[in-house]
């Protein structure tokens, strides 16, 4: 059974930058798509990023493209979000998922991270 544990979380100042990392373990990660999604209260859960399991191809959502960098480190089995220049609009909660592609579905979910900002 796979598990995905989210952590980095956290309130801080817009203009900010925090960086967010999910360990994965249950299988083999490399041969996982990993995705970082948001939920924004009161908003349908969103995309933010992905990456294959390879490393090489990366997708973001518009509203965090040049901002936020997804990479994933397969010796530690931990997918990472770094995040600058966040903005009150970042405020949501993160959630990391691994499926079999970047397009989807996504077949696992961690329990999410918080990320406050403030402006």
């Known amino acids: 059974q796979v598990q995905l544990v989210e952590s980095g979380g956290g309130l801080v100042q817009a203009g900010a930058s925090l960086k967010l990392a999910c360990a994965f373990s249950?299988?083999?990660?490399?041969?996982?798509?990993m995705g970082w999604f948001r939920q924004a209260p009161g908003k349908e859960r969103e995309s933010v990023a992905q990456i294959e399991g390879n490393a090489v191809s990366t997708s973001y959502s518009d509203p965090v493209k040049g901002r936020f960098t997804i990479s994933r480190d397969n010796a530690k089995s931990t997918v990472y979000l770094q995040m600058n220049s966040l903005t009150p609009e970042d405020t949501a909660v993160y959630y990391c998922a691994a499926g079999s592609s970047m397009r989807g579905p996504w077949y696992y979910w961690g329990q999410g991270t918080q990320v406050t900002v403030s402006s």
């Open positions: 249950g299988r083999t990660f490399s041969s996982a798509a």
